[in-house]
């Protein structure tokens, strides 16, 4: 018995939050925050449209691409979807993209920081990408309110799991609200299979983007991804 208890344990420990700072989205406290938070209809979009990671190092594209159709960019689409529209985490991967990492890297390292901000401007948004060094807490929180607050404009998280609590290392994935009263912001997290979507105080969320991502030497940050104006 004891043996079935301690792989039960392993297993909610891959599957749950292991702080308790970090708040499931669907709790009492996190529906009550999502209620407060999201007062336009970016938010849904993105639940809507959310992404579940191919691959363990496709966080990037996953949080791309849920990203994109959030913001009704639907170019390119494979042409098995046709007429339908819709991005992919493979059509991500366009001739001008592979020139900035190739799919077989992509799926053995993932995508730096600036590498998934190349591909988001490739594709057609404008994309900025911020280090954690380069802004204190009240800066991260300046950025993603400003962000959230316009609709033509998406935010996606890099940051390292253990940092948080959770198992893993660096990891990708997109913001969906803020919610000031509680200081926090929502994210939903491209692996679906092993987190849900949590609220994460924005301190703590600094920190865990403060260590460098090996790949880069560079701490990590956010990306702010927003729509072009047509002319």
Known sequence: MSRILAGLLLILSLVLPARAELLPLASPGGAERFTRAAAGPAAL?????????????????????????????????PAVFHPHRRVTQESLFTAENLLVRSYSDVQIAGLTLEQLGQFARNLGTEAVATHADAMDVDGLRARIRTAMAEPSSR???NYLRSALGQVGEGHVSPAAAFDAASDSVLILDVARYKYPPVWVPLPLLHQAMLPPDAASGRPRGLLVLTTRSRP
């Not at 363990?56 to 390119?76: D, K, M, V």
């Open 45 to 77: 979009s993105m639940l809507v449209n959310l992404e579940t990671e191919m691959y363990l190092t496709f966080c990037g594209p996953a949080s791309l691409a849920t990203a994109l159709n959030s913001l009704g960019i639907h170019e390119p689409t």
């Open 155 to 157: 935010v996606v998280l």
